[in-house]
């Protein structure tokens, strides 16, 4: 990560066009200041001051309160922690962060002790940086966005973030993990088992397209005990089903739509035993659900056709 003086450094050579310094050369410019704590005329190497500008781009890449305020105090402090910014320059890094809302958390923030002199950032090794009157007043202005800006569940955000109809199932997941995560107002935990990924797997199959949403529901007896990974494999896998048939028309997971012929339900099947017919080895012709099997009419059954009078079994026959 650049400080704050080697991001100085290079705008003034963009603006100016001049050549990078010499290897060997000064990358660090400082200041020279009084030493207050030395004796008389004592002095000090200091860097020049924070400007709004680098306090704007030192905090580019810091996650949105909007998104997960938690992530955001976390990166606002380490951005405070890499720079060694003191107290007045860490607000002007928070105001550039928060915008137009920094009046509504700011309090009493000031960034600056009893006599006026800015919070110094503690460079003992043994210190954490920010101490005292400088921790507690930047605490003061995270509890402030922890309550202005808490998470809140937009259940209609949710549920308009559906798989479109040319999406990928991985697509589809992380566009909607995304808004999951700014939408659900549930604390992101990796836990299989936790609210949040219970949730997250929940949404994905109840918004993915209808047909793989209702085919993995049927199918997938674990569902309500899985995990998101294992949930994500069984969509992967009803979407390969998808792209099964070719004709647009057929539907999109195969079933057997022949009709069934009539009088060959299990169970019903007349010629058994000695007496069995058709012999061994000799299929009868498939004519459809109606009409006999014997000739192919529809005008009459397999029982009635005059083909098949000498054929019956002996309880078969018709009686004088």
Not at 275 to 291: D, V
Request: hydrophobic fraction near 30%; proline fraction near 8%; glycine fraction near 8%.
């Amino acid at each position: 990560m650049q400080t704050r003086a080697q991001l100085k450094m290079e705008k003034d050579r963009a603006a100016i066009n001049t050549p990078a310094p010499p290897p060997g050369g000064s990358l660090y410019p400082l200041i020279q200041v009084a030493d207050p704590n030395g004796k008389d005329g004592a002095v000090m190497h200091v860097f020049r001051p924070w400007s709004l500008m680098e306090a704007q781009a030192a905090v580019q890449g810091v996650t949105p309160y909007q998104q997960d305020v938690m992530k955001w105090m976390v990166d606002i402090y380490d951005v405070i922690q890499s720079y060694r910014l003191n107290g007045v320059e860490a607000g002007q890094a928070l105001q550039s962060s928060i915008g137009k809302n920094w009046a509504r958390v700011r309090g009493g923030y000031t960034g600056r002790n009893r006599d006026g002199q800015p919070f110094p950032y503690n460079t003992d090794l043994d210190s954490e940086g920010i101490t005292g009157d400088y921790k507690h007043q930047l605490e003061a202005v995270f509890e402030k966005m922890k309550e202005a800006f808490k998470k809140k569940p937009n259940y209609s955000e949710l549920n308009s973030t559906k798989q479109k109809q040319n999406e990928t199932v991985d697509d589809f997941r992380v566009r909607y993990e995304e808004a999951f995560k700014t939408h659900s107002g549930i604390p992101e935990d990796d836990d299989d088992m936790g609210v949040y990924q219970q949730q997250l797997k929940q949404g994905l199959v109840q918004n993915a397209k209808k047909e793989l949403s209702d085919w993995v529901s049927k199918h997938f007896v674990n569902l309500p005990s899985a995990g998101v990974p294992q949930t994500m494999e069984w969509l992967k896998h009803a979407e390969k089903m998808k792209k099964g048939p070719k004709d647009d028309n057929s539907p999109i997971f195969y079933q057997d739509t022949r009709p069934r012929p009539a009088g060959r339900r299990r169970g019903s099947f007349r010629w058994r035993g000695s007496n069995r017919w058709p012999p061994r080895g000799r299929a009868l012709p498939f004519m459809g659900s109606e009409g006999c099997w014997i000739c192919g009419d529809p005008n009459h059954w397999t029982r009635t056709c005059p083909k098949n009078q000498d054929r019956f079994r002996p309880n078969d026959k018709p009686t004088a």
